[in-house]
């Protein structure tokens, strides 16, 4: 729907239109975002954020680019202040083509001869045109106009002239009959006493507009009930704008520490997030050719575990809110801060629940009878190039994935070297199983700092006695191009002789669980890197983990 039509649909509803003023994109983009129906492009808003008196000094071009990137920056109608449209009826035609143009949904023209004076500045000249002269401009404006639906409509500054009434209810008349689509009565009076004056006389069937700025205590309610159809609340963005710089400006002066300053500001992440700087990344992954190899992740997410009851009645696990967001969610904006927008989801139980944008989907249909490594094989077209694998009930900090990333080797899975002191206070409960690993260089609390160093998997299996295990498999491993094409081979040569029968600790390769395959691949003399960890990441397996989870995801 264009936004004449959008604005012709809110006109013929049974709501009032709020309004609200805006000065820029932002500002206007703020106002959507609240939820408002429609912004108004103000004169006075545009001209103080310019720092000229709203008195048509900014020329119609200057005010058509500030228009031009507020419509280009929200979705909804935005009327435009045009003042007395720059001119005669000639300019005022121009005007309109050039706004409609721009996609807004209408404009107002007000009767003030140009050059205008804000309706609200004291002191000053004010003088409005003779009323055919006025009439005239809105014949123009309608014959000018291309859409039926776009909105012109007239306002009478009558009352802000000090012309009664009687002026006001004869110009509203002659206005409406030329062809408003809408009637401003403009006020500056303390109270609503005015506009509700107006109202009682006006027996036109035209609709009638408030802006009330000077009666501040009339609500949208208030003013409805009176007969106004929109109500616009000018010059907001600009007030209370002007007031919050002044206010940290002057906190500033005196404390010379931004940090005094932090309670009054929207953090940076704010602002990347209204100018779309997700869309700038992914334009950037699509588009800038760059000398990064392509990087995928496969997030095996398809599992049911009985243990999550009842919390994964109607969700799968992965959806599981921890700290107000799900999992998974948490694991994708981990890989798109680490430059992995190429992202792959194994979904299974309830998988109509996982539906994240530009993601690539597979499902594992026999998750119920079925484990990891067939999750995993799930998406085997994408086990062509480098790929990262990630169990979908992790929790990990960044720097836990960015070292897995730089990580050498064609085979390598993250190993938590601090697995025995998880969690500090209890203990792991002798009763839950581990995917437990022993390498060949062992690292304690005094040697955590030396985990850069290269290490070798040498076993990684449930059944390593814990005593002699040396760490835990986290759920997170690389595969580089030739790490997943051996791995391939190794599959598809296990999978036929290993359909019924065990296959490492598992009953049959259906079953098989990631460390079955890494012993396989270890047992045939591949080399399995580990990527030392000393804590930084959390698993969701069961209820106690979760109630930890939710708990403590600050100090993992
Ligand atoms: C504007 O916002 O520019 C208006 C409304 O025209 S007012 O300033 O309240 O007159
Ligand atoms: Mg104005």
């Known amino acids: 729907m264009s936004r004449p039509e959008q604005f012709a649909k809110l006109l013929s509803g049974t709501k009032p239109i709020i309004s609200v003023g805006a000065h820029n994109g932002l500002s206007a983009k703020l106002v959507e975002e609240a939820g408002f129906d429609t912004v108004w492009a103000g004169g006075l808003e545009i001209s103080t954020a310019m720092c000229v008196p709203d008195a048509n000094i900014l020329s119609m071009a200057e005010n058509l680019a500030v228009v031009r990137n507020i419509t280009e920056s929200v979705k909804i109608p935005v009327i435009v202040d045009s003042d007395n449209g720059y001119g005669n009826a000639i300019n005022v035609m121009r005007m309109i083509e050039q706004y409609e143009s721009v996609g807004v949904a209408g404009v107002c023209i007000e009767d003030n001869v140009f050059p205008k004076r804000n309706s609200f500045y004291v002191g000053v000249k004010r003088e409005l045109e003779p009323i055919n002269e006025f009439v005239g401009k809105l014949r123009a404006a309608r014959k000018a106009k291309s859409s039926d639906q776009f909105a012109i409509i007239a306002r009478t500054e009558a009352l802000i002239a000090g012309m009664g009434l009687d002026e006001a209810l004869n110009r509203a008349t002659a206005y409406s009959e030329a062809g408003a689509d809408m009637i401003l009565v403009h006020s500056k009076a303390k109270d609503a006493s005015e506009v509700k004056a107006f109202s009682e006389i006006w027996k036109g069937s035209t609709p009638l507009v408030s802006v009330p700025t000077t009666y501040s205590g009339a609500s949208v309610k208030d003013l409805y009930a009176l007969g106004y159809k929109m109500i616009i609340f000018a010059n907001i963005a600009i007030r209370t704008s002007i007031m919050s710089m002044a206010n940290s400006f002057s906190a500033l002066k005196s404390s010379e520490r931004l940090m005094q300053l932090e309670d009054s500001m929207v953090p940076l992440g704010r602002l990347f997030d209204i100018v779309g700087l997700d869309v ?277």
């Open 280 to 556: 700038l990344k992914t334009n950037e992954q699509m588009f800038l050719s760059t000398n990064d190899q392509k990087r995928t992740a496969v997030i095996l997410a398809a599992g049911f575990d009985k243990r999550m009851m009842p919390l994964v009645h109607q969700l799968p696990k992965c959806m599981l809110q921890v700290k107000g967001k799900p999992i998974l969610e948490r694991q994708i904006e981990l890989l798109k801060n680490s430059g992995i927008s190429d992202i792959v989801i194994v979904r299974g139980y309830m998988g109509d629940k996982i539906r994240y944008p530009n993601i690539r989907y597979y499902e594992n249909a026999s998750f119920a009878n079925t484990h990891m490594v067939s999750s995993l094989f799930s998406a085997e077209n994408e086990m062509d190039d480098e790929f990262v694998m990630i169990y979908s009930d992790i929790l990990f900090d960044q720097s836990v994935l960015e070292k897995l990333l730089k990580a050498q080797g064609d085979i390598c899975v993250v190993v938590d070297h601090a697995w025995r002191e998880r969690p500090r206070e209890t203990g792991i409960p002798s009763e839950k199983t581990l995917d437990l690993v022993t390498t060949s260089k062992q690292f304690d609390r005094s040697r955590f700092l030396d985990l850069d160093e290269e290490n070798h998997v040498l076993t990684m299996a449930k059944g390593i006695d814990r005593k002699l295990a040396h760490g835990e498999f986290i759920g997170m491993a690389k595969f580089s191009k030739k790490g997943a094409q051996v791995t391939k081979e190794v599959y598809h040569e296990v999978l036929e002789k290993y359909k019924d029968k065990p296959f490492h600790e598992s009953s049959s390769i259906q079953m098989a669980s990631f460390p079955d395959l890494i012993q396989e691949l270890i047992a045939r003399g591949i080399e399995v890197r580990s990527v030392d960890i000393f804590k930084g990441w959390m698993e969701v397996d069961d209820l106690y983990d979760y109630g930890m989870a939710s708990a403590r995801t600050d100090s993992v």
